[in-house]
Structures are given as structure tokens and as C-alpha cells.
Nanobody, 124 residues
Framework: VQLQASGGGLVQAGASLRLACAAS????????VGWFRQPPGKEREAVAA????????YIADSVKGRFSISRDIAKNELYLQMNSLKPEDMAVYYC??????????????????WGQGTQVTVSS
């Protein structure tokens, strides 16, 4: 499966962005899918994840209430809606997919497929 992330950009604090992740040469069906981010000088961290088939959703405490993860099954696309962006949200955002045990959804090493990353810059 090839993943292509898009939608990043430069915004002011308080603004919204929606990231998209399109799957090609395969689909998200049967996978756990998620978004990770890597702020400058820091390690990559999980932001949000869920099973493509539905069920539990993981949202990191740092973005809870501001970010949401969703999907369009027909388009085979994954989204991350980011509202009320803060300067600390600035990072390269990656989409990922894998057959991940739910308790390990925050573990980046459990995901097989990764998008190329899209930069989100938030100015204060």
C-alpha cells in the first residue's frame, strides 16, 4: 500500500487545517490507520488512530477536543481535522497503516506503511 499525505501548510494560531491521506496500490481495509507527528528536534509521536473497519478511536491527550480522525471509505482516504491549532502543533505529520493490536496503536514500530509526511507550521 502506498500512502500519500497532503494538506499541510502555514497557518496562524487558532486556525484549522485538514490533512488527507490517500491509499493507492491497495486499500486501508483491514488495517489500523493513524496519524503521527514529529515536531522539530523531537521524536515522532502518535496523534490519532482507529481501525478502518470502525470501533475504538485513539486521540492523544495533547490534541483531544481539537483534532479528530475520520475516513471516506469510498475514496479510500483518511483525514485529520485539526482545529484551534497552537504553535506546539507545528510538526511534520505522517499517516500510517498496519495490522496493529489496539493496545499498541501508539507504537510507530507497529505500522508497516507510511506516507511521506506533510509539514504543518503554526505561527503565533
Amino acid at each position: 500500500v502506498q500512502l500519500q499525505a497532503s494538506g499541510g501548510g502555514l497557518v496562524q494560531a487558532g486556525a484549522s487545517l485538514r490533512l488527507a491521506c490517500a491509499a493507492s496500490e491497495g486499500s486501508f481495509a483491514g488495517y489500523t490507520v493513524g496519524w503521527f507527528r514529529q515536531p522539530p528536534g523531537k521524536e515522532r509521536e502518535a496523534v490519532a488512530a482507529f481501525r478502518w473497519s470502525g470501533g475504538n478511536t485513539y486521540i492523544a491527550d495533547s490534541v483531544k477536543g481539537r483534532f479528530s480522525i475520520s475516513r471516506d471509505i469510498a475514496k479510500n482516504e483518511l483525514y485529520l481535522q485539526m482545529n484551534s491549532l497552537k504553535p506546539e502543533d507545528m510538526a511534520v505529520y505522517y499517516c500510517a497503516a498496519g495490522r496493529v493490536i489496539w493496545g499498541l496503536v501508539q507504537r510507530e514500530d507497529r505500522y508497516y506503511y507510511w506516507g511521506q509526511g506533510t509539514q504543518v507550521t503554526v505561527s503565533s
